[in-house]
DNA sequence: CCAGTTTCATTCGAATACGAATGAGCAGCC
DNA sequence: GGCTGCTCATTCGTATTCGAATGAAACTGG
């Protein structure tokens, strides 16, 4: 059966983006085995220590989750007490979240594994062509 | 809280690689509702129309799914009807995948939700840039 | 103040995605 | 033949991901 049309999967871009983040995703976990982190749960702890405090629903949408994605993700950051939910008394619908002392004790290791993971990733390309590519990506999300 | 290092989450290759495939699934979504399959029924059904019959275990390692990943899409297409299960006589361990009559008269339009998604993702960039990002992307992959 | 709208968080269901374990079958080697 | 090791497919558990629905609370216009 020859390919329909002049398809070719192979150059489809969100069969090659698919791929790109699952490899990326198994150099992560690799990277980060220590913290114990998936690139998900880094994210929300990331952003989270960045910004002190921050509502739920806020934080998903700076790190591009669903509301009932980032629930998920903030119940496990939180059963492994790394950040903390706590009461805005002036707006009883929202859940503010803040980092533990544990889960600022990690995140020094958890960016460097994101550190590394990035380099890991990028590493078949040269300095110049990571530079482009980022560029790209970035005007593509 | 300053961010930790110099580590910014919006320029970590992990976060707009999920971003942007976050965004192409969207994308497909819309273009293939006529179909009804996501992006990666339509990749398992693609290869599948392509190659004619294939063992599960090998289309799994074509579209880059895990067996365990593989064996769930292959249960909804065959549900569906859109492909078909037979044995094979020389090992009995393998299923061998067909597309059937139905899964034949989908791929046509499939394949051209595929390219319009494919366009339509890569929207941003000119078609020079496009070229250019396809080919450091399938570097990465 | 109040009715309509919006927002926040949760829940359910469905679909990837993978590690680990399991059972069945095949292949090589002595 | 028999043993060992490998492969194929499935199953279970956990984690993302989203659509849709729900309930509670806040907001908005009159």
Redo the contacts with the bound molecule.
Sequence with gaps: MPPPNGFLLEDHVGFLL?KAH?RH??IFQVSAAKAGL?P??FAALCKTVELGHV????LGRLV??????V????R?LTARGLIARSDDPM?????VLTATEAGLALIGEAVASAQRSHSTALAPLSNEEQRVFLALLHRLV
Excluded at 55 to 58: A, E, I, R, S, V
């Design positions: 698919r699952q995703a198994a998936t998900t749960q509502t739920q629903n806020l591009a989750m669903d509301p009932a994605t629930q998920g993700v903030v496990r707006d009883r619908r929202t859940a």
